[in-house]
């Protein structure tokens, strides 16, 4: 579904990521580790097209032929939402929705109704006309995962989507999870594995290149520079 042969990234001089090769078959779930500045949230802005290779090439598939992109959904990290932007929760999950579509697309009754059944999932019906400058971390985190399920994506990408999250909704989190793993690719970066790693069928450590790991707790040392 995704492929990454010989990708290298580099800023300013200095080598996010070093010759990495990587798939990702339909149905995987893979959940990333690694050291902080090891290029984890490099590796998946490449995935998402967000940034484009220094050198190296990437390949997505649908159905087994060559596609030119793929429908993603992307929990972002907390610290890359300016939350003075003056949007409300309703209007970031029904953005989700967007896809190809103007930002002045008109939203019909059907796609309003999938943000009333989106945000009674991830717990934010209440604060559905709230400004995201007013919410806290942890709702505002649950805000951006309603916008990355709401389109179904075939590819869900989570940027530490336990971060912020209160203790009262990381168990339901999980059971989201592990919900969507059934029909959805899962890319997964976090730091508290213990109860992910036995989710995912794949554990890949990203230090600069990618190493794939059979072991719960398993660090390789790149030696790229």
Wanted: with cysteine; glycine share 8%.
């Amino acid at each position: 579904m995704i492929e990454l042969r010989g990708v290298s990234v580099d800023y300013n001089g200095y080598r996010a990521l070093c010759d990495v090769d990587m798939t990702v078959d339909e149905g995987d779930f893979v959940a990333i580790t690694g050291p902080n500045g090891g290029g984890k949230t490099t590796l998946l802005k490449v995935i998402l097209q967000l940034i484009k290779p220094t050198s190296g090439t990437v390949n997505f598939r649908s159905s087994g032929a060559l596609v030119t992109s793929l429908k993603i959904g992307y929990l972002p990290q907390k610290n890359m939402i300016d939350s003075r932007f003056p949007i409300t929760v309703e209007d970031v999950v029904l953005s989700g929705l967007l896809g190809g579509k103007g930002i002045f697309h008109r939203f019909s009754g059907e796609e309003r109704a999938k943000v009333d059944a989106m945000l009674e999932v991830v717990g934010m019906t209440d604060k559905r006309k709230s400004a995201i400058g007013e919410l806290s971390g942890g709702q505002l985190q649950r805000t951006l995962l309603g916008r990355a399920l709401i389109s179904n994506p075939s590819v869900l990408v989570l940027d530490e989507p336990l971060s912020y999250i209160d203790k009262r909704f990381e168990s339901h989190l999980y059971d989201i999870i592990a919900d969507y793993a059934r029909h959805t690719t899962i890319l997964l970066v976090s730091h508290e594995m213990t109860t992910i790693s036995q989710m995912a069928n794949r554990h890949l450590i990203v230090d600069k290149t990618v190493h794939d790991c059979k072991a719960a707790h398993h660090y390789v040392r790149s030696e790229c520079e």
